[in-house]
């Protein structure tokens, strides 16, 4: 069988009259979409539309938790508790809910955003704030994280997990992010992004910060759309995927294996 992978990328990501990424072009090369849910980016206004035009282009909507930190842009860490954290989760989700069911559609998956992300991955307190979250309101829920605390909690409650590759961020040894204030963190030339992802999709690693080759589960690729250059890499990215045989398909079908 062929390679599978999901393509998702980071949406809705505004507030007001300020606009981040070009969503429009990004929903022609996905087939899911981290929706920001307000307490990094988003708003009512800016959630309804983005909903909207995820279902009128058939991807599927998932939401984009983030900690409290609008002017950060959820990228500071903040001192939360875990019942902080898992009820700032739980009312996000739900938020999103809302639209999903008043344009005709479901939240399909659980992407923490930012320094949460981050922080999931390597705190089990907030893992399991997160777990806790996503169990009780909705146990289909596909929780989206890197190989990590976040990821072995939610697959001892029995969700199903996701996991996602970041071929323009650098990676550490052990399999977690280079955090973005070190040098490096993000890796800008178009050329390497695009042999990482490949070998992420077809070879299952990925090469660390000090060279050597990591073992990555990737079953969702993370496209960026917000700064320059990013849509004509997110369309290159797509067409070296299938250029190679990976069939592009949904993330639902990706971990069932099934196909399309």
């Known amino acids: 069988m062929a390679p599978m992978v999901d393509l998702v990328a980071d949406l809705g990501e505004g507030f007001g009259a300020y606009t981040m990424g070009d969503d429009e072009a990004l929903l022609e090369m996905l087939t899911s979409a981290n929706v920001a ?6 708003d009512p206004r800016i959630m309804d539309a983005t909903v909207r035009t995820c279902v009128q282009n058939r991807v599927a909507v998932g ?3 983030s900690f409290p930190d609008l002017v950060g842009f959820g990228r500071r860490a903040m001192d939360l508790t875990p019942e902080e954290v898992r009820t700032d989760v739980l009312y996000q989700i739900g938020a999103l809910q809302a639209f999903a069911v008043a344009h005709g559609t479901r939240v399909q998956h659980v992407a923490p955003h930012g320094r949460l992300g981050n922080l999931v991955a390597v705190r089990a307190d907030y893992a399991r704030a997160v777990v806790d979250a996503v169990a009780s309101l909705d146990e289909s829920l596909i929780v ?4 990590g605390e976040l990821a072995d909690a939610a697959r001892a409650r029995g969700l199903r997990v996701g996991i996602v590759g970041i071929a323009d961020r650098a990676y550490r040894d052990d399999g977690t992010l280079v955090p973005r204030s070190e040098p490096g963190a993000v890796i800008h030339d178009p050329d390497e992004v695009a042999r990482r992802t490949l070998r992420m999709v077809t070879e299952g690693v990925v090469r660390s910060v000090d060279g050597k080759d990591i073992p990555v589960a990737c079953d969702t690729v993370l496209l960026h759309g917000d700064s320059p250059g990013a849509i004509a890499l997110a369309g290159r990215i797509r067409e070296e995927l299938l250029a190679a045989g990976v069939e592009i398909t949904s993330l639902d079908k990706v971990l069932s294996g099934t196909g399309a």
């Open 37 to 42: 849910c307000g307490f990094h980016a988003g």
């Open 63 to 65: 939401a984009h938790p």
């Open 144 to 147: 989206l994280a890197q190989d």
